[in-house]
Nanobody, 116 residues
Framework: QVQVVESGGGLVQPGGSLKLACAFH????????MGWYRQAPGKQRELVAT???????EAADFMEGRFTISIDIAKNTVNLQMNNLKTEDTAVYYC??????????WGQGTQVTVSS
């Protein structure tokens, strides 16, 4: 049984911070990378950042040093610390896990709303 469980979304004012957390439950699988995507209303899902078990990061330009991704491979968790949030960061954020052998798993999504 595989589960991807996200937490930490919510409503925050512009300039505020949120931390998203994701836990992968699937003891028979090895993780290649974990990461975050987001989808704003009326837009396609886009990459925020991924991080491999060896700490190699792929990140979108809009992170601009505002977001930090980190992984704890021993616990199969990934966090996304988001600072200086902007209204355009409003979206549903999805956790993505790529395993060995290759397979993709997704969380149910967590809403992040940045509004005054």
């Amino acid at each position: 049984q595989v589960q991807v469980v996200e937490s930490g979304g919510g409503l925050v004012q512009p300039g505020g911070s949120l931390k998203l957390a994701c836990a992968f439950h699937g003891s028979d699988f090895r993780i290649y990378y974990m990461g975050w995507y987001r989808q704003a209303p009326g837009k396609q899902r886009e990459l925020v950042a991924t991080i491999t078990s060896g700490n190699k990061i792929e990140a979108a330009d809009f992170m601009e040093g505002r977001f930090t991704i980190s992984i704890d491979i021993a616990k199969n968790t990934v966090n996304l610390q988001m600072n200086n949030l902007k209204t355009e960061d409003t979206a549903v954020y999805y956790c993505n896990v790529r395993t060995f052998p290759p397979a993709d798993y997704w969380g149910q999504g967590t809403q992040v709303t940045v509004s005054s």
